[in-house]
C-alpha cells in the first residue's frame, strides 16, 4: 500500500505499486552473484535489498531511491548500505565495474529522462 501512496503522490518518480516478490527478490539477488559493490536502482521499500543484502553480506550496496520517505525507511533499515537520493544517471555518472544486472520498471521513460537530466557541476 506504501507504494501506491507514492504513485498518487508522485507519479513520475514512482516505477511500481508492489514491492518485488520475494522470489523475484532472489532470483534478482541470484544474479549479482560474485558481485563486491551491488548498486540497486528504484530500491523502494526494499523487497529487493534484503534479498541483496542477505545472500551477499560482504558487497558493498548503494541503493538509489528519489522518494525521500523510501530513502529515510531504506536508510533505517540497512545501516550498511549507502543510500542516494539522487537520479541513476549522476550516481552511476563515471561508473567503472562490471554489472550484472539493471532494470528498471519503465525502462522507455528511464531511458528518456536520464538522457534529459542537467548534470552536476563539478569543480
Known amino acids: 500500500m506504501q507504494l501506491l501512496s507514492h504513485l498518487i503522490r508522485a507519479p513520475a518518480l514512482t516505477g511500481a505499486v508492489a514491492p518485488s516478490s520475494q522470489f523475484l527478490a532472489r532470483a534478482m539477488a541470484d544474479a549479482a552473484r560474485g558481485a563486491g559493490h551491488i548498486v540497486e536502482l528504484g530500491a523502494g521499500t526494499g ?10 553480506p560482504d558487497a558493498t550496496l548503494t541503493l538509489v531511491e528519489l522518494q525521500p520517505a523510501l530513502a529515510r525507511r ?5 545501516p550498511q548500505a549507502r543510500v542516494v537520493g539522487q537520479p541513476a544517471a549522476w550516481v552511476l555518472d563515471g561508473y567503472e565495474g562490471d554489472v550484472a544486472q539493471a532494470g528498471t520498471a519503465r525502462p522507455a521513460l528511464a531511458a528518456q529522462r536520464a538522457a534529459s ?7
Open 47 to 56: 523487497a529487493v535489498t534484503r534479498a541483496l543484502a542477505r545472500q551477499h
Open 74 to 78: 531504506l536508510a533505517r533499515s540497512f
Open 117 to 123: 537530466l542537467p548534470r552536476p557541476a563539478l569543480g
